[in-house]
């Protein structure tokens, strides 16, 4: 074996990139970095009626959108069927592998019957010793599994773990319809594509026993094996589709954060200390499989909210703006190709983004900053927009018209004196305004939002403020 560790992410292409996928490929892009190693990218792509095409590109747009890059491939095994027909035919050359002539039903029958007397189903070995073929059938082809000993995994994550060969089937490698089966392709794929080291969910520990003795069968050496612990939901059952979103493109669509659910997901079995929040050079660099536990992982939605969160305090808000455009598309904010002044958007993100833990979030907050038009919230305006409020607003429209300065200190003192003249709190003047210009009662700091908005719009949200109210009146 070489010393480039390399290693591979094998996803069947039957649904989405999932939570547990993502992972996966995390954990073996980790590995493979943290070791200067090569990560490939093999689509397992061999059970025709589930596979489709469109799963390979939705794996690969996950992949893509998590920064989840590979070295080589993606190489799909439909393309390999010759391979593994050479490695059916060499396993039967030298008697390791047989014909079998038993049909689907008969198998099946045998099955139910074994259920049915409380035995555990098993193939029988009938076709073990055949000598001549059976007419008319085209058969299947079985490994020749050893039926005393046991096999050994050494899993870098649990250690060893002992299997009897008698409970090892005779497994089929070839259908009769000529396809090769999992364990058998996986083998092939594994040596011919030189992987160092399997790192897949411990879903697949029972396979790893019978691949291992396909290891043997060839002369191969066997590569080391990493089974990731399982990923629960929070009532510590299976993580599926009831636990609320699974697949990696609904947190994109959710407004989580690339990194942030990366950093979500490496926390999913490994660990480093106390810290949470890592950057991926830190992660490549601590990665090791010293520090993943045996334990099943709960996903935790909560903490990835809050990572989330962190993520986007941390962004410079220009990086944020650029990400959070296409979510002001999609909550028609924004007209889809209207261009917009970045730099500014810039602005109005920098004041939101201590508050927002989702671009959903921070997009629907910024909606005031880039409407015309705003709708007063009506008990907001009830409270606020009402005689009391009145002459302030109207003291303030008079100054500010006459204000070129529109940075915080000079808001500021424009407000000041008002407040002064009027001898009320600054609140009695900032709360009007505030529904005034953004339609509800929370927002950033008054002055902020009035510097982003700028005079025009400003001027044109207190005239409609006062006229509302004098309507009232
Ligand atoms: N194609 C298998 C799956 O998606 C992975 C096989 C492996 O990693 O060995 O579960």
């Not at 790192?199 to 003795?213: E, F, S, V």
Request: aromatic share 10%; glycine share 8%; hydrophobic share 40%.
């Amino acid at each position: 074996m070489s010393d480039t560790v390399r290693v591979r992410f094998a996803p069947s292409p039957t649904g989405h990139l999932h939570i547990g996928g993502a992972r996966t490929a995390l954990f073996n892009r980790l590995y493979a970095r943290h070791f200067g190693g090569v990560f490939v990218l093999r689509i397992e792509d061999t059970d025709r009626s589930r596979s489709t095409d469109e799963y390979i590109d939705a794996i690969i747009e996950g992949m893509t959108w998590l920064g989840l890059d590979w070295d080589e491939g993606p190489f799909r095994q439909m393309d390999r069927f010759d391979i593994y027909r050479s490695y059916v035919d060499r396993l039967i050359r030298e008697g390791k592998a047989y014909y079998c002539y038993c049909s689907a039903e008969e198998l099946e029958a045998r099955r139910q019957k074994a259920m049915a007397e409380g035995k555990t189903p098993a193939y029988d070995g009938r076709c073990r010793n055949l000598t001549e073929p059976v007419p008319g059938i085209t058969p299947a082809v079985r490994f020749r599994m050893p039926q005393i000993g046991q096999t050994v995994v050494d899993d870098l994550i649990r250690g060893k773990v002992v299997f009897d060969n008698s409970q090892l089937d005779d497994l089929i490698i070839l259908r009769s319809d000529g396809t090769p089966t999992y364990n058998l392709t996986v083998v092939v794929d594994d040596v011919d594509m030189r992987i160092t080291h399997v790192i897949r969910g411990d879903d697949h520990l029972n396979n790893t026993p019978k691949q291992i003795q396909l290891y043997n069968a060839f002369g191969y050496e066997v590569p080391g094996f990493a089974h990731l612990p399982m990923i629960l939901g929070s009532d510590k059952t299976r993580l599926s589709k009831r636990h609320g979103a699974t697949s990696v493109m609904a947190y994109r669509d959710m407004g989580y954060l690339p990194d942030a659910l990366l950093n979500y997901l490496v926390r999913l079995g490994w660990s480093y200390g106390d810290q949470e929040v890592f950057t991926m050079e830190e992660l490549t660099r601590y990665f090791s499989f010293d520090n993943v536990g045996k334990a099943a992982a709960v996903f935790n939605p909560e903490k990835l909210l809050w990572l989330n969160q962190q993520y986007i305090m941390a962004m410079t808000p220009e990086a944020l703006t650029g990400m959070v455009v296409p979510f002001l598309v999609k909550e028609n904010i924004l007209a889809e190709g209207q261009s917009l002044d970045m730099a500014w958007l810039a602005r109005a993100v920098k004041t939101l983004q201590e508050r927002a833990k989702t671009l959903v979030e921070l997009a629907k907050s910024l909606r005031y900053y880039i409407v015309e038009d705003i709708e007063f919230d009506p008990r907001a305006k009830d409270k606020f927009l009402n005689e009391k409020g009145l002459p302030l607003l109207e003291d303030l429209n008079t100054e500010l018209a006459a204000q070129a300065d529109f940075t915080h200190e000079g808001l500021e003192r424009v407000f000041k004196a008002i407040v002064e003249k009027h001898g009320v709190k600054l609140g009695a003047l900032a709360q009007p305004v505030r529904v005034a210009m953004t339609g509800g009662t929370e927002s950033p700091g008054i002055f902020e939002v009035l510097g982003v908005l700028g005079k025009d719009k400003t001027l044109k949200r207190l005239n409609k403020a006062i006229a509302a109210i004098d309507q009232k009146g």
